[in-house]
């Protein structure tokens, strides 16, 4: 893969989009703006339907552009309840679309092309590591059993998602893979109520009923297509 010169760009801006994603998540959490992070993935999936027509030429059936609609809708009306638009809800929409895309361009095998983007990543990562140890500032010294081991499986929790994020970008249509995504937001935003304990009020149930509509309509209409393009079998 490497030996191809567009390919190995693409590579590079994907690991580039990725690593941006993960930290600005990871700042999302530590921060306690698990809000904004919730809003940029639901923002999310609208970017990657709009890539997916403006550089693929996917295009919606009438069900599906009126899920799309009512989603879209949910999301503005997240956005103007909260006041304004925060750059994490951007950045973290902009970057996971932008990886999507190229994942879907490229079209490498999601354990292939994971490998060689935590490849890119491994010399900056083994950099910070060495001034975090020099400076006495890493975790996994300073830190207690509970703290190391959570930061470990955190690298576990992230890479098995990514690898069948990766795996199913070549297999369906950027758009499905939009809508689908509107469950992480949507788990995001359980965590932040159930475990968290953040309110849940009129606003968060309004977007939630929306999102769903849009979710249900989206997916009749994918079964519904399908369902007209099987062929009977004759005995």
Not at 32 to 53: A, E, K, Q, W
Not at 88 to 105: E, H, Q
Not at 138 to 161: C, M, R, S
Not at 169 to 197: E, N, W
Request: hydrophobic share 55%.
């Amino acid at each position: 893969m490497l030996r191809q010169k567009k390919l190995f760009f693409l590579l590079l801006a994907s690991t580039f989009f990725i690593s941006v994603n993960w930290i600005v998540y990871v700042i999302s959490v530590v921060t306690d703006r698990l809000v904004d992070s919730s809003l940029g993935y639901y923002i999310n999936p609208l970017v990657t339907v709009v890539f997916g027509f403006l550089f693929l030429g996917e295009r919606l059936r009438k069900l599906q552009m009126v899920a799309v609609v009512i989603a879209f809708i949910g999301v503005v009306y997240l956005t103007i309840s909260q006041g304004s638009l925060p750059w994490i809800s951007v950045t973290l929409a902009g970057t996971f679309a932008m990886y999507g895309l190229m994942r879907k361009i490229m079209g490498v095998g999601s354990i292939e092309g994971l490998t060689v983007e935590m490849t890119f990543t491994l010399p900056i990562c083994i950099v910070l590591q060495w001034w975090l140890f020099s400076t006495e500032s890493a975790e996994i010294i300073a830190g207690d059993w509970f703290i190391t081991g959570g930061l470990l499986l955190g690298g576990f929790v992230t890479i098995v998602p990514l690898l069948l994020f990766a795996s199913g970008a070549i297999r369906v249509k950027l758009s499905t893979m939009g809508i689908l995504q509107y469950i992480a937001p949507s788990g995001q935003l359980l965590l932040a109520t159930l475990i968290f304990h953040e309110q849940f009020g009129v606003t968060q149930g309004i977007v939630f009923g929306l999102i769903w509509v849009a979710v249900l309509l989206y997916s009749f209409d994918a079964w519904r297509n399908a369902s007209v393009t099987v062929e009977p079998t004759i005995e």
